[in-house]
């Protein structure tokens, strides 16, 4: 298999060009995206509006895998989401965790991308937010406290795993 590493440049580049991107067939893709940039939330956490709460201008998420309650400053949150999480009401419009990965694979016109031995998709996200924040502050402390993680192992995992770009495999249709 030819592969090629991503470091952390890349990888912020690749996230950030979804973003932005103008191939999503729906228009709040983009949000969507922004918020994974944003947090580093798992992909499912985003569309989960009964897991999130509002409170003295502070967002809160109760995790997936471990239910623990995750503050979220707003000013990682586009405006949509925000209304949504006050209102309680389906984010982006309803789309389902399906169509946004298919919005994904439009936006990156690239070979397939792995982190470890395991395709990456939206999870890109996480592990770039993980990445920038560890690269930022050289920390790895702050970067369990900003995901509400209580392993170092799993903080260790996301910024040093590495992610690949398989040059082999046929590009997302």
């Not at 996480?126 to 924040?133: P, T």
Request: hydrophobic letters at 35%; glycine letters at 4%.
């Amino acid at each position: 298999m030819s592969v090629k590493i991503i470091d952390v440049p890349a990888l912020n580049k690749i996230c950030l060009d979804v973003v932005v991107s103008k191939y999503p067939h729906w228009n709040v893709s983009n949000h969507y995206f922004y918020d994974l940039y944003s947090t580093g939330c798992r992909p499912s956490e985003l569309l989960q509006i009964h897991r999130w709460s509002y409170k003295n201008g502070v967002y809160y998420l109760n995790t997936l895998k471990t239910e623990a309650q995750r503050m979220i400053n707003p000013s990682q949150l586009t405006v949509d989401f925000k209304d949504c999480v006050i209102s309680q009401t389906a984010p982006y419009s309803g789309l389902t965790y399906d169509q946004l990965i298919l919005d994904f694979r439009k936006a990156v016109s690239r070979k397939e991308i792995f982190v470890g031995n395991r395709r990456a998709e939206l999870y890109l996200f996480r592990y770039n937010r993980a990445r920038q924040l560890y690269t930022d502050t050289q920390n790895m402390g702050i970067v369990m406290q900003f995901f509400g993680w209580y392993s170092s192992t799993i903080a260790s995992n996301y910024v040093t795993t590495p992610i690949t770009l398989d040059l082999q495999k046929a590009l997302y249709r």
